[in-house]
C-alpha cells in the first residue's frame, strides 16, 4: 500500500547529502518556530483523491542540558483513505545547533501494524549509534555501529540538508547517502534533474530544484521519488510526485513558506 511511503519520502527526499563528516554546520535556513504544512494526493484510476495531511514543526528545546534543535514530522490519512489504510506517523529528533545528531524516534502506526524506531548518539573519535527497534510483532532489538563520519537519520539530515550549497551541479550529478534507523544503516541514490518552476498548493510559482530518490532493485535503478525545493536558501520542498506500485502520489506545501 503506498501511504507509509510518505512519512519516509518527506524527509528521505531531500537529502542531497555529500561527503559530510559530523562536523559542526552553521544554519542560515531555517529558524526555531518554522512550520511547514503539507496536503498529499493519491491517484487511484485516473482520479485523485486528498490522501491526508503532513506537518512539519522546528523548536529550539534543551536535551539533555543543551542547546538543541527540536524537529517533528506528523502525517495522517485522511476519513476517506482511513476506511482502506489508516496511518498516523511521528517522527521527532533532536540536533545540536550546529545540526549534529543528537537522538532520533519514530513511532508508526500502518493498518494493523505498529512499530518504533529509535537512535541514540554518542561521539568518542567518531559517531556511535545505538540503534532500537520495536517491531510490529512486539519483539525488541538493539545494535551498535560506529563511524567517523556520516551517521544520520531521516529528520537530522533533512534540516542539515537544507544548509547545502548546490552551486555548480550539473544535471545527472548523483550523490549516496546514508540514513539510519532502528534497524540498521542504509544507502541510497539522489540525482540532480535541473531546475523547473513549480505551483505550490497556494496557486503561487516558485523557482525549484528538481531532483530524483533512487533505488537499485536487482541491478537496476528504479525511481522512487521525484521532488522539488526552493532555488534559494532556504531549500523548503514544494512539491513530491511518488511513484508507487498501485498508482501514484503527490504532496504539496499547503502553508508555512512565507
Not at 23 to 52: D, I, S, V
Not at 152 to 180: C, H, Q
Not at 214 to 229: A, L, Q
Request: charged share 25%; proline share 2%; hydrophobic share 35%.
Amino acid at each position: 500500500m503506498f501511504m507509509p511511503r510518505f512519512s519516509f519520502w518527506l524527509i528521505a527526499m531531500l537529502c542531497y547529502v555529500s561527503a559530510w563528516g559530523q562536523q559542526p554546520l552553521k544554519n542560515t535556513a531555517f529558524k526555531a518556530g518554522e512550520r511547514l504544512e503539507y496536503k498529499l494526493y493519491f491517484n487511484w484510476k485516473f482520479l485523485w483523491l486528498t490522501a491526508g495531511t503532513a506537518t512539519m514543526a522546528i523548536t529550539q528545546e534543551k536535551y539533555n542540558g543543551q542547546e538543541a534543535y527540536r524537529c517533528a514530522l506528523t502525517t495522517q490519512t485522511s476519513k476517506k483513505i482511513d476506511k482502506y489504510f489508516r496511518m498516523r506517523d511521528t517522527l521527532l529528533c533532536y540536533t545540536t545547533t550546529s545540526l549534529v545528531p543528537l537522538y532520533y524516534r519514530k513511532g508508526a502506526s500502518e493498518g494493523k501494524r505498529y512499530y518504533v524506531d529509535e537512535l541514540l548518539y554518542t561521539y568518542n573519535n567518531g559517531c556511535t549509534v545505538t540503534m532500537r527497534e520495536l517491531t510490529s510483532k512486539g519483539e525488541r532489538h538493539e545494535k551498535r555501529q560506529s563511524s567517523k563520519n556520516n551517521i544520520y537519520d531521516m529528520l537530522s539530515v533533512f534540516l542539515r540538508a537544507r544548509n547545502f550549497s548546490t552551486a555548480g551541479w550539473k544535471e545527472g550529478r548523483t550523490i549516496l547517502f546514508p540514513i539510519a534507523d532502528g534497524n540498521g544503516i542504509s544507502t541510497a541514490r539522489l540525482r540532480y534533474l535541473g531546475k523547473e518552476k513549480v505551483k505550490a498548493e497556494n496557486g503561487k510559482k516558485y523557482a525549484c530544484l528538481k531532483l530524483a530518490y533512487i533505488e537499485t532493485d536487482d541491478g537496476e535503478e528504479k525511481e522512487i521519488v521525484r521532488f522539488f525545493v526552493t532555488d534559494d536558501t532556504r531549500h523548503i520542498p514544494i512539491r513530491l510526485d511518488l511513484f508507487l506500485k498501485f498508482g501514484s502520489a503527490k504532496a504539496f506545501l499547503s502553508s508555512g513558506i512565507d
